[in-house]
């Protein structure tokens, strides 16, 4: 595998599908390896967003996988998340991870134009992509309170913070794009 392969990224079709268990155990592996709290995902779900038309995927012309990330809206389309980032470690720090953001972002924006897009992370690089692309850190009310987007995070090492600050606030530092109305 040539690292310096030119990487495709796009939406993901439905003969991505078989890459979803790579990306949900890469998702695991490289939250450990951090020692963060990510969600474990499940690659029914993944394959659920390819097959939906959710999902960016990255990938060299010879066909290595990349990187993912998938998009989910909220509250009637009012709200859309940006989730599930992750780039392969072989292709890390070649700008992967921006142009898979800067991807679900055009994919967020087109398919729920007027939804407010958010993200809640962890990580410092995360943070950086999305103030890039207009994202501003807000408290936890100002993102999604439907019950089954935090029932998301219940394989998260974080999620008893979470619970025990009532869905208000975690380690996860919550960020919102709003469109100009």
Same mark, same amino acid.
């Given at each position: ?14 003969? *991505? +599908?078989?890459?979803?268990?790579? !990306?949900? *155990?890469?998702?695991? @592996? ?11 995902? &499940? =690659?029914?779900?993944?394959k659920k967003k ?5 999902a960016i995927i ?17 509250? &009637?389309?009012? %709200?859309? @998340? /940006?989730?599930?980032?992750?780039? #392969?470690?072989? $292709?890390?720090?070649? &700008?992967?991870?921006?142009? !898979? ?12 134009? @007027? #939804?407010?897009? %958010? ?11 999305? @103030?890039?692309?207009? $994202?501003? =850190?807000?408290?936890?009310?100002? !993102? =999604?309170? *439907?019950?089954? $987007? ?6 998260? !090492?974080?999620?008893? +913070?979470? #619970?025990?600050?009532?869905f208000a606030n ?10 100009? /109305?």
């Open positions: 595998m040539e690292t310096d392969e030119e990487i495709i990224v796009r939406v993901a079709t439905p003969e *991505d +599908i078989d890459f979803a268990l790579p !990306i949900v *155990d890469e998702m695991e @592996s490289s939250a450990r390896a951090r020692g963060t709290g990510i969600a474990k995902r &499940n =690659p029914l779900d993944i390819i097959l939906q038309g959710n990255a990938f060299t012309k010879s066909g290595y996988w990349a990187g993912f990330s998938y998009i989910q809206s909220w509250e &009637n389309d009012r %709200f859309v @998340s /940006n989730s599930g980032l992750i780039v #392969a470690p072989a $292709f890390r720090r070649l &700008n992967v991870a921006s142009a !898979i953001k800067q991807k679900i972002f055009e994919l967020s924006r087109s398919r729920y134009p @007027s #939804a407010k897009i %958010f993200s809640i992370t962890t990580g410092l690089a995360v943070m950086k992509l999305n @103030s890039r692309l207009g $994202f501003e =850190p807000v408290t936890y009310s100002e !993102i =999604p309170t *439907d019950p089954h $987007f935090w029932e998301g995070c219940k394989s998260c !090492i974080n999620y008893p +913070i979470l #619970a025990g600050h009532h975690c380690l996860c530092t919550a960020m919102l794009f709003s469109p100009q /109305n």
